[in-house]
């Protein structure tokens, strides 16, 4: 394929309405295809004229756990347990009541970590989405991570972020909200008394301290953000 042209013989503008209609799942793929077209679906434009036009899909991101793994002979009595997770995609709007299996974490292990927290953010100036997976527990040991793992939708794969900051929690909330150096900020909230606030327009590398909650009980279940 040409690097001229989105695709050769079209006129740009319709080239372009056809690139907008790539589903999420097959981004990746697109964004390889060509220099032109990596250039093309990683522009704000395109993001901006893709919800412009109704293409961007809400996505339901969901923590599932593993099919159990068939097993003979005494462990067949273990197989219907199960403590490996996976994250799965369904877009509600267009999706047609399949779901899309994410990759696995880097560095294997036993799939995702058990009670880790999920935030959806907004990075590059607004125009481009991630995936944020936080914390949880070690599937094979069990005992809390601080680990901190980013999904690109552009370049479907996975990338370590800043580990949590302090000691390793089982308790904690986060969300996704307002704008940090014009991206999202993640928020983590902590049994220590206090605000953790991961800054996404730093790639997720670094954490700063936000001001704790009045009152804090020292207990965190849950957050979210409210736009107002």
Same mark, same amino acid.
């Given at each position: 394929? =040409?690097?001229? +042209?989105?695709?050769?013989?079209?006129?740009? +503008?319709?080239?372009?309405?056809?690139?907008?209609?790539?589903?999420?799942? @097959?981004?990746?793929?697109?964004? =390889?295809? =060509?220099?032109?077209?990596?250039?093309? !679906?990683?522009?704000?434009?395109?993001?901006?004229?893709?919800?412009?036009?109704?293409?961007?899909?809400?996505? #339901?991101? &969901?923590? @599932?756990? +593993?099919?159990? &793994?068939?097993?003979?002979?005494?462990? %067949?009595?273990?197989?219907?347990?199960?403590?490996?997770?996976?994250? !799965?995609?369904?877009?509600?709007?267009?999706?047609?009541?399949?779901?899309?299996? &994410?990759?696995?974490?880097?560095?294997?292990?036993?799939? &995702?970590?058990?009670?880790?927290? #999920?935030?959806?953010?907004?990075?590059?100036?607004?125009?481009?989405?991630?995936?944020?997976?936080?914390?949880? /527990?070690?599937?094979?040991? /069990?005992?809390?991570?601080?680990?901190?793992?980013?999904?690109?939708f552009l370049s479907g794969s996975w990338?370590?972020?800043?580990?949590?900051?302090?000691?390793?929690?089982?308790?904690?909330?986060?969300?996704?909200?307002?704008?940090?150096?014009?991206? @999202?900020? !993640?928020?983590? #909230? $902590? $049994?220590?008394?206090?605000? %953790?606030?991961?800054?996404?327009?730093?790639?997720?590398?670094? /954490?700063?301290?936000?001001?704790?909650?009045?009152?804090?009980?020292?207990?965190?279940?849950?957050?979210?953000?409210?736009? !107002?």
């Open positions: 394929m =040409s690097d001229d +042209e989105l695709i050769p013989g079209l006129p740009e +503008e319709v080239a372009r309405e056809c690139l907008l209609r790539v589903g999420f799942d @097959q981004l990746p793929a697109a964004r =390889s295809t =060509s220099r032109r077209w990596k250039a093309e !679906v990683e522009s704000p434009f395109y993001h901006r004229l893709r919800r412009a036009r109704g293409m961007a899909r809400p996505l #339901l991101a &969901l923590a @599932q756990a +593993e099919p159990p &793994l068939a097993a003979a002979g005494p462990a %067949n009595k273990y197989a219907g347990l199960s403590t490996s997770y996976r994250l !799965v995609l369904h877009d509600p709007v267009g999706g047609g009541g399949g779901w899309t299996a &994410l990759p696995p974490l880097p560095g294997g292990g036993g799939g &995702l970590p058990l009670f880790c927290q #999920l935030a959806a953010v907004a990075a590059c100036g607004g125009e481009r989405r991630r995936l944020v997976v936080v914390g949880g /527990w070690d599937p094979e040991t /069990w005992a809390p991570m601080d680990a901190v793992h980013v999904y690109d990338r370590r972020g800043a580990a949590m900051p302090g000691p390793r929690r089982s308790f904690f909330a986060c969300a996704a909200v307002g704008s940090h150096g014009g991206e @999202q900020a !993640v928020y983590l #909230l $902590t $049994t220590e008394g206090g605000a %953790n606030k991961n800054g996404v327009a730093a790639a997720a590398q670094s /954490w700063a301290r936000a001001p704790a909650p009045p009152e804090f009980a020292g207990y965190v279940q849950a957050a979210c953000c409210v736009e !107002v």
